[in-house]
């Protein structure tokens, strides 16, 4: 499966793609995801997927950071953008989560982690990520032991959006709500 291939397949059912990146298995790091699963899967291979965002870009986007694009074309690393997604995640009092903080001072919490560009990235060795990560100036890394329930919620119908950015290695990180 190649990126070329999974545009090519979602031509077909009318789902409209700007681009597809391949970026390997994402493993969750909540303990719990309430996301709406009852959705139509799409096979690719012996793989099946379902859509469980939109990001776009718009013009207002674009005025705000002109480098949008070319980030956005080269893989995005640290470049925070809006997904209307259905999703609810949980992380328990006592859990371990891992998160980026912004030079402005938002909090972006770990969602989903990947092995793919950096192949000794396991659950247990999140904690140092930030050893080995590619910071932008103004960039910091954390992990942290929550002291309290941590739930966020989002319902594309109802017009919410999360902003998601992903890191060095692909990982992908959900801002805090303000």
């Known amino acids: 499966m190649t990126p070329v291939s999974v545009e090519a397949q979602l031509e077909t059912t009318g789902l409209k793609l700007s681009r597809a990146v391949l970026s390997g298995v994402y493993h969750p790091t909540m303990d719990l995801s309430c996301v709406n699963i009852n959705k139509k899967y799409e096979n690719f291979g012996l793989l099946k997927f379902y859509q469980s965002g939109i990001s776009k870009f718009t013009l207002l986007d674009i005025f705000k950071n002109p480098k949008i694009i070319r980030q956005y074309l080269t893989g995005g690393n640290y470049l925070p953008y809006n997904t209307a997604e ?7 009092a006592g859990s371990q989560i891992y998160e980026l903080i912004d030079p402005d001072g938002n909090i972006y919490v770990m969602t989903a982690y990947t092995d793919m560009f950096l192949h000794s990235l396991k659950l247990k060795s999140l904690a140092d ?50």
């Open 86 to 92: 259905d999703s609810h995640f949980i992380w328990n």
């Open 129 to 178: 990520l930030g050893s080995v990560m590619e910071l932008p100036k103004g960039w910091s890394y954390r992990a942290r032991r929550l002291e309290k329930l941590l739930a966020i919620e989002s319902v594309a119908k109802l017009g919410n959006s999360t902003i998601r950015l992903a890191d060095s290695y692909n990982n992908i990180y959900l801002r805090y709500p303000n």
